[in-house]
């Protein structure tokens, strides 16, 4: 059974046309966290919500924002995406937050191509 | 500050033949460490961590990873290789002590040529 799913999988888009990828869980976790991976690259910490509490990352681009209406879904947008931009956008989840044990859980990622 | 090395690119292994995932990590406190797959177009997958106790540690489809406290490593290991286990590996660390933050090395990609 999934666990945590993104949609859609795949979003091509416009140079600065803003788009929005979804994130939803049916874990009950209380974080929920969205990296950006590069081609063949480490995923990089974007920000994550620890409940309703959301945290950027200090290299985090003002153009990427987040929003977290409840605990089973969390949204990524990008307001004015550039071509860096495009890459796989993963969603995770976690239990706990600070010093914890806990495994992250992935979802399948959405690959954007800003065009 | 928290790093994550694997020196490896790519590793290449014959079906059969057994394989290692090299990694090394830097933390301040006491390490978690995970290693995690990611096949093409896909999310990462958990295979194991080390919290505490047995520094070997046993994970999904016949992974395993030995953790060395004194040389820092934390190495992925399976005794006898696939052609389906042919995909990235990320290995990665958090700080046990308070760290949130999750710092993944930059992958290796496993090749298993049959």
């Known amino acids: 059974d999934a666990m945590v799913i993104q949609n859609p999988r795949y979003q091509v888009t416009q140079f600065g046309k803003p788009v929005t990828l979804s994130c939803s869980q049916t874990l009950n976790h209380n974080v929920m966290y969205w990296y950006q991976q590069k081609s063949s690259q480490a995923p990089k910490l974007l920000f994550h919500?620890?409940?309703?509490?959301?945290?950027n990352e200090a290299d985090t681009p003002d153009n990427f924002q987040s929003r977290r209406p409840n605990t089973s879904f969390c949204f990524l947008d990008i307001r004015s995406p550039g071509l860096g931009d495009t890459a796989m956008y993963l969603c995770?989840?976690?239990?706990?937050?600070?010093?914890?044990?806990?495994?992250?859980?992935f979802g399948p990622g959405t690959r954007l191509t800003v065009l | 500050a928290q790093s994550v090395a694997q020196p490896e690119d790519q590793v290449n292994v014959a079906e059969g033949n057994p394989l290692t995932v090299k990694c090394t990590y830097s933390?301040?406190?006491?390490?978690?460490l995970f290693w995690y797959v990611q096949y093409p177009n896909r999310g990462l997958q958990f295979l194991l961590k080390y919290i505490t106790g047995d520094n070997l540690v046993k994970g999904s489809y016949g992974f395993e990873a030995e953790f060395n406290k004194s040389q820092t490593s934390f190495h992925l290991k399976k005794p006898s290789a696939l052609v389906s286990d042919s995909a990235l590996y990320f290995c990665a660390v958090r700080d046990g002590n308070g760290g949130f933050k999750t710092i993944f090395g930059a992958g290796t990609r496993l090749f298993v040529k049959a």
């Open positions: 919500y620890y409940d309703k509490d959301f945290n």
């Open positions: 995770a989840t976690s239990k706990r937050l600070a010093g914890s044990t806990d495994t992250q859980y």
């Open positions: 933390v301040s406190g006491n390490p978690y």
